[in-house]
């Protein structure tokens, strides 16, 4: 199974709204990384987390984790038609020697 | 200019061909990797290579065979395409080990007739 997994699957907002995604996973990480993908595009790193932190911020993007309940929300405030796309976790494992993906949440923002 | 360059961008081509599928990167990093990614958008990691060397060989069909000739190139053949070989193939660099960011390439979608 998956290591992480992300919640919802698909979330549909307006414009000026907040989008909030949540990631859960089962392992023990050393980081917790999140990606956007834009239709047709390869995936892009938004933010890293360090397994000792439980809050970072960068822009519009604020990301939390909770290690104790093996989980992270990335929210994305004052969203944007440009927002439009699939968000995902990634977890880095002590070994240090990949990152493991999620299935990701689509993100559609309406104008 | 890009950062990590994937060709072709599209292939398509008969069951029970052979075709490569390329890869560079320009940021100097010295770990890159190669995704598959199905049409659920599931993520999965097949291979890394550090500076040249093979780190990771996930449960992948004997049938795909990396090549990395240099740390700025990591190449993807795959031998006898089946039906299940349909997917976009994604690249990916970082510097340093697996827990770094990783920039990824744009993809290449197989798609097998």
């Known amino acids: 199974s998956q290591q992480g997994e992300e919640d919802p699957q698909a979330l549909s907002i307006q414009e000026g709204e907040n989008a909030t995604m949540n990631c859960s996973y089962k392992t023990s990480i050393n980081n917790l990384q999140w990606y956007r993908q834009n239709s047709g595009r390869g995936l892009v790193h938004l933010i890293l987390i360090r397994s000792n932190e439980r809050e970072k911020h960068s822009g519009r993007l604020r990301v939390t984790l909770d290690t104790s309940k093996k989980s992270s929300s990335l929210l994305i405030t004052a969203s944007r038609a440009a927002d439009t796309a699939s968000y995902f976790c990634?977890?880095?494992?002590?070994?240090?020697?990949?990152?493991?993906f999620g299935g990701g949440t689509r993100l559609m923002v309406k104008p | 200019d890009t950062a990590v360059s994937q060709t072709p961008k599209y292939l398509v081509t008969q069951m029970g061909n052979d075709k490569s599928i390329k890869c560079e990167q320009n940021l100097g990093h010295d770990t890159m990797y190669w995704y598959k990614q199905d049409s659920k958008k599931f993520l999965k990691i097949m291979f890394s290579y550090n500076n040249k060397e093979l780190i990771i060989n996930e449960t992948v069909p004997n049938r795909f065979s990396p090549k990395s000739p240099d740390k700025a190139h990591l190449n993807l053949h795959i031998n006898s395409l089946e039906l299940g070989d349909s997917a976009v193939y994604f690249c990916?660099?970082?510097?340093?080990?697996?827990?770094?960011?990783?920039?990824f390439g744009d993809g290449t979608r197989l798609s097998i007739l």
């Open positions: 990916a660099s970082s510097q340093g080990d697996g827990n770094q960011p990783q920039h």
């Open positions: 990634a977890t880095g494992s002590n070994a240090g020697n990949m990152l493991t």
